[in-house]
């Protein structure tokens, strides 16, 4: 066993724990494509403070224990690398019609073409988030949150790398072909957008990027869970890997969140507004009234829902037959990781109501991994419904009804109430601006995001985090601006 595994070699251009020193041919074909990565990140990447000296974490190792250090670094001169978590020796395919077999370190040539496909979606997103969010540095609401963003924007252009590593390692000329096409869409381009929708939506402000990073960044971790079971060995081992700094993300969003939950109810109480309904008096004090999170979270939801997919999916099963993409923490679920006879209860439209209909498992695995998903966003709902009722008030965040605005899938061609009541077209046109962010409630939220550079301060819509980042205190420089 090579025992430099878990330490990155920064020696080549390219950081890399994957040996990359004696893969020439591939080491050349990714310093092949080098150059049009850089020049992605200067036309797509974060608009500005391109030479700031930003307080970035880079991972030196891939020991969970202690993988990252921090330093001042140029957004361009980040050392986006190949990392992969190590190999589990005598690894076997957790799932399917390969179960129990040896985890495959080649592709297996009848499930290339999937393959390809999988890793390449997975690779689209990627780049898709840090192109939404590129204008978002010059409304920051502090420094701290300004280091957040780039180190989100930094971390998905390595991920990126990794599914481009993947592609030039495994694919051979089709890999090469499908890595430069990583490079040539564009989030909300018409003639070339990015493959899923949430990911050509806008993210137009701080508000949406917390949620974004919140629901969005979370389908991620399900995808990349779910690909960490892989029977294809570099595929898990990579996912593996980008998924301990996705956690990171996550954590951006769902305290970002909080922040402006808990600033929103100490402005109430200070002006001794008792309902938080009063939207227009809350946002006199220039704060974000709950009604209107609710209704962000009430999009970014619905629209991450749309990424697991249909509900009953034929890919899904094969996917899942072929030993290529498993179900969330697989290893752990105590059944016979075949499926062939099982079921799976599935929310389906029958005869104009909505109900629990049992599909065969392996179809209805996409609906699984939604629920899966689903439980974990509850979690920070948990924490937001906390802050609001220990300042007193009597409101709650909930999640809508899977039926709610939906562009795929069983409810795709219907409306409902978040509640999930069924409405038709007039009733939903009169409402939806009850519901999800109206071109006002958008305006308004513009109006309070102004950038604040100064050490240690926050924009008046936020609170402060309770600990910075890498320990360091409040009034922290975490981005130094050049002038
Ligand atoms: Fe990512
Ligand atoms: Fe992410």
């Not at 066993?1 to 020696?11: A, G, H, L, P, T």
């Not at 310093?31 to 500005?48: A, K, L, Q, R």
């Not at 008096?281 to 220039?286: F, I, S």
């Not at 209909?357 to 609906?367: G, I, Q, R, S, Y």
Request: net charge negative; glycine share 8%; charged share 25%.
């Amino acid at each position: 066993m090579n025992v430099n595994i878990m330490n990155v070699d920064y020696s080549t251009k390219i950081p890399n724990n994957v040996n990359l020193g004696e893969d020439r041919q591939v080491l050349k074909a990714l310093e092949g494509w080098h150059p049009g990565y850089m020049d992605w990140w200067s036309d797509m990447g974060p608009e500005g403070f391109q030479q700031s000296l930003v307080y970035l974490r880079t991972a030196y190792s891939v020991d969970p224990r202690g993988w990252a250090k921090f330093d001042y670094v140029k957004m361009p001169d980040y050392r986006w690398g190949i990392l992969l978590a190590p190999q589990e020796e005598n690894r076997v395919i957790p799932f399917g019609e390969h179960y129990g077999e040896p985890a495959w370190q080649e592709v297996p040539g009848e499930h290339r073409a999937m393959l390809r496909r999988l890793i390449v979606i997975q690779g689209d997103t990627e780049p898709a988030s840090v192109e939404q969010q590129r204008h978002l540095g010059k409304t920051a609401p502090s420094l701290y949150d300004l280091r957040n963003l780039f180190q989100v924007n930094v971390e998905e252009g390595r991920h990126l790398w990794a599914m481009v590593y993947l592609l030039q390692k495994y694919f051979g000329r089709d890999g090469r072909e499908e890595a430069d096409e990583l490079l040539r869409r564009r989030s909300g381009d018409a003639d070339s957008p990015r493959m899923l929708g949430a990911f050509n939506e806008a993210t137009p402000d701080w508000l949406s990027f917390f949620m974004f990073t919140y629901f969005t960044d979370r389908d991620g971790k399900m995808q990349l869970h779910s690909l960490a079971q892989s029977g294809f060995d570099p595929l898990s081992r990579t996912c593996r890997f980008m998924l301990t700094e996705e956690a990171h993300h996550m954590f951006v969003g769902e305290t970002g969140i909080t922040r402006v939950v808990q600033r929103t109810c100490e402005a109430m109480r200070a002006a001794g507004i008792g309902d938080p309904t009063e939207i227009a008096k809350v946002r006199a004090l220039g704060v974000i009234d709950l009604p209107t999170i609710q209704k962000k979270l009430n999009l970014h939801y619905t629209l991450s829902l749309d990424l697991f997919g249909s509900e009953v999916s034929t890919n899904a099963a094969n996917a899942f037959n072929a030993g290529i993409k498993g179900r969330y923490h697989e290893t752990q679920i105590r059944d016979d990781h075949r499926l062939q006879n099982a079921t799976y209860p599935v929310l389906k439209l029958v005869n104009g109501e909505i109900k629990q209909v049992d599909e065969p498992a392996l179809t209805a695995l996409n609906m699984r991994l939604r629920d899966d998903y689903t439980q974990d966003c509850v979690k920070g709902l948990l924490r937001w419904n906390k802050v609001i009722s220990t300042a007193g008030f009597d409101y709650k965040l909930t999640l809508p009804n899977v039926a709610f605005h939906r562009a795929i899938g069983e409810f795709k061609d219907i409306h409902a109430t978040p509640e999930g009541v069924l409405i038709d077209d007039a009733t939903w046109n009169k409402r939806k601006d009850d519901w999800l962010p109206s071109t006002d409630d958008g305006d308004f939220i513009a109006s309070l995001m102004t950038p604040v550079t100064e050490t240690g301060q926050f924009a008046s819509w936020i609170a402060p985090p309770k600990v910075g980042i890498d320990n360091k205190p409040g009034d922290f420089e975490y981005v130094k601006i050049e002038t």
